[in-house]
């Protein structure tokens, strides 16, 4: 008599995935999302402080040439 056969595999239906799994993509998406927008509001916020000690400007020690005329302007050539 032949054996009867046996199981050796039992395919049955996978895990209903829980709510991580299902919405982990857009919880990492937004969560990117709000701090790029965090860091880009801080570099383009308020100039820095440029500290309480004056920086010395340009030293204007040169006279302005006759020959170079500047350009007119927009107003008086219409």
Known sequence: ???PPQVKYVITEPAVPG???L???QVYGITCLLLGMWLCHECTGTAADPGHHPTPGP???TTRDPSIQP???KESTR
Do not use: G, I, Q
Request: hydrophobic share 35%.
């Open 71 to 73: 350009l007119p302007d």
């Open 59 to 61: 030293a204007h020690s």
């Open 1 to 3: 008599m032949p054996k």
């Open 23 to 25: 919405h982990r993509h």
């Open 19 to 21: 709510w991580w799994r």
